[in-house]
Nanobody, 121 residues
Framework: QVQFVESGGGSVQPGGSLRLSCAAS????????MGWYRQAPGKQRDLVAY???????NYADSVKGRFTISSDNAKKTVYLRMNSLKPEDTAVYYC???????????????WGQGTQVTVSS
């Protein structure tokens, strides 16, 4: 079993900033990658950003230059710094972790419970 503790969501005015964090715990051999998706009402869940255990990152075009993903491998924690927030960033943000249970096995994906981010004046 894998558990997540997400924090940092909330309400902010356009142009403001938030920092999300997500800590994974449980029966984890190793974490291959962690990241964030978001889902706005009536829309599909889309990738925001991810970071691998080696430090490689990838961002959705819509957040490049505004969001920064980072991680603490020892703490199995991923962070998402969000600057210059726009109303269209409003969504539930879900963290995930791709976890291996043994060397050479295919990672399995686990999801956090989600945290609401609202950008509004």
């Amino acid at each position: 079993q894998v558990q997540f503790v997400e924090s940092g969501g909330g309400s902010v005015q356009p142009g403001g900033s938030l920092r999300l964090s997500c800590a994974a715990s449980g029966s984890i051999f190793s974490v291959y990658a962690m990241g964030w998706y978001r889902q706005a009402p009536g829309k599909q869940r889309d990738l925001v950003a991810y970071i691998t255990s080696g430090g490689s990152t990838n961002y959705a075009d819509s957040v490049k230059g505004r969001f920064t993903i980072s991680s603490d491998n020892a703490k199995k924690t991923v962070y998402l710094r969000m600057n210059s927030l726009k109303p269209e960033d409003t969504a539930v943000y879900y963290c995930y972790a791709d976890i291996r249970y043994a060397t050479g096995t295919v990672p399995l994906r686990y999801w956090g419970q989600g945290t609401q981010v609202t950008v509004s004046s």
